[in-house]
């Protein structure tokens, strides 16, 4: 399995302004996800993060809106640029595993809730 | 394109009674499906993950099943308790076994077990 963690929990930001997003686990893993959740919808996918590589954003999200870094197997940062209400969301940090006792199991961290106003 | 669905939104039961969450998919082609829990305002708790091999796989007083020729996953939760009450989401990796395979999720199914 995978502990990870988030910082912030939450924060309220005032429009324009800037939030970076930390993850930790507390195992080396290749690939991190993160992942927004909307007020009362499911998860969508903003990007992959790979150690020693640029992230790969999905259909809809770009990197200067969500610039991430990968510094180490262990870590990634997410930042949320000149925030506007609609960026109110929760946003995930992801691991995935694999190995013989959790085969390609994905886990999540708690996340974190961003209020913008 | 996989797709994934859960019906319905929403679910209230007495405590009690068993719970059967249900989530479809299009691509019968499914490497695995991964069964996860949410409480509100809270990040996604792991709780069942079946391979494509598996028809089933059980935790404590949970089973979900795996029909791959009918698209459906099926979570049973058996004896509910108030605590079981969140939001329920099934998510499969799209493309399938690729090396940037994503997750893609179910809307979820909100269930609410009265005492």
């Known amino acids: 399995s995978a502990v990870i963690s988030q910082k912030p929990s939450r924060d309220i930001c005032q429009r324009g302004t800037s939030l970076t997003i930390q993850c930790q686990v507390d195992?080396?893993?290749?690939?991190m996800f993160w992942y927004r959740q909307q007020p009362g919808q499911s998860l969508t996918l903003i990007a992959t993060?790979?150690?020693?590589?640029?992230?790969?954003?999905e259909s809809g999200f770009v990197i200067d809106k969500f610039p991430i870094s990968r510094p180490n197997l262990t870590f990634s940062t997410l930042t949320v640029s000149n925030m506007s209400p609609e960026d109110s969301s929760i946003y995930l940090c992801?691991?995935?595993?694999?190995?013989?006792?959790?085969?390609?199991?994905?886990?999540f961290g708690p996340g974190t809730r961003l209020t913008v106003l | 394109k996989q797709e994934v669905t859960q019906i319905p939104a929403a679910l209230s039961v007495p405590e009690g009674e068993n719970l059967v969450l249900n989530c479809s998919f299009t691509?019968?082609?499914?490497?695995?499906l991964q069964w996860f829990r949410q409480d509100p305002g809270k990040g996604l708790t792991s709780l069942l993950l079946?391979?494509?091999?598996?028809r089933e796989q059980t935790s404590g007083r949970l089973n979900a099943s795996l029909d791959k020729s009918s698209g459906r996953s099926t979570l049973y939760i058996a004896a509910s308790q108030p605590g079981d009450s969140a939001t329920y989401l099934c998510?499969?990796?799209?493309?399938?076994?690729?090396?940037?395979?994503?997750?893609?999720f179910g809307g979820g199914t909100r269930v609410l077990v009265k005492p």
């Open positions: 195992s080396q893993v290749t690939m």
């Open positions: 992801s691991v995935r595993t694999s190995g013989a006792q959790s085969t390609d199991t994905q886990y």
């Open positions: 079946i391979q494509s091999s598996q």
């Open positions: 993060a790979n150690q020693g590589s640029e992230a790969t954003y």
């Open positions: 691509d019968s082609a499914i490497y695995n």
């Open positions: 998510a499969a990796p799209f493309p399938l076994k690729a090396a940037g395979n994503k997750l893609t």
